[in-house]
């Protein structure tokens, strides 16, 4: 018997060959990841300064209570019993993915490349709406689903869900006794001004809630992730195979994680300095403004505007000779090779150097 054949991850791989080209002496510009650029918020760093040796030992496979109580209490009408603290979302997604039973998994594309593999590995079948067709609610009325992923803000697009289309999927999901997973791990970076309303999905019975520090805290390497769902069955569940996989998260990441709300000053001076880098982006790239994002820290942008059908060979070829990595738009879906995910989550100046880089190759590209 052979192992099986897990793709690997496209962002992945190209910053593989960026650090590869960075090696070798180049400065690379590195567009493609989903991190951010800044360190933790001062309450986190201080604590860290002074971790007590107790947190060197298992802790309770849900998470600490405290933590669990200060997640429930954050995102309202939960209770501490209701969260589960989970080793980074993706694990999380893993262990969703695990314990419900269901096949058919609906994803919204573009879509954050994870969901397909997550759902594959997990012997699940993705299904696909792209909602950059007019008819995405047509072709989600006519799609059977037993699960919805609902990512909001949305990576790779930054599109923000309205009310309205939220009840929409909610509609949808409830015809087929399906359930809705609610991706948030981005919702800290909206640069509208509104949070975006879960009135119309909150009480459904078949949410799960899904959340963590990784983008919004800068904690990405601390693995934290936080699920919630008013579903008892579910909680059992997912506790089983957290404690039989992970058997609980890092006791230090859940120890620093107690900062999440006092950080959330600085937190929004993040979201503040990626607002600015939306706006520098435009000024240089003023043609995107139909890509602009509405939350996350990405542009998504058909690169058919300037004649460009090929975009894994365009962002091979930019790799290649400007030093530039950004993710082709076929990692998100079908039907987006012409499209790429670029990163404005960088220092402004690296970020102003390499959109300069990336507008110069554009400008002599020769398709
Ligand atoms: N969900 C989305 C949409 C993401 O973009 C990511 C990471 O890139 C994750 C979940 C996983 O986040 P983590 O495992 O770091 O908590």
Redesign the pocket.
Known sequence: MSAIQIPLSA?MEITRRASELNRQGKEVFTLSI??THFSPPAPVREKMNHLPQAYSHYTSGDGIPELRKLVADHYGNYEAAQVIV????????FYLMTVIEAQRVLVLEP??L??ETIISICGKTPVSVNMKKSDWKEQIANTHFDIVLV?NP???DGRLFSEEELEFIRRQAEKQNAWIIS?E??DRYIYSGDTPSMQSIDNYSKLVR?A????SHAM?GF???FLLSRDTILMRNLSAINQNTATCTPAISQYLALEFENSLPEVQTFRDYYAENLKETLKIFPEWEAFKPQG?FYFFVDLSIYGISDAEKFSSELLENAFVAIVPGSAYGKGFDSWVRISISLDREKLTKALLLLKSFINQYKP
Do not use: E, H
Request: aromatic residues 10%; glycine residues 22%.
């Open positions: 962002s989903g991190d989970v080793p980074g979302l993706k694990q999380g997604l879509a954050w994870g969901y990512c949305n990576n790779p991706d791990i981005y899904c963590g520090l990784s983008k990405t693995r934290i992730g996350g």
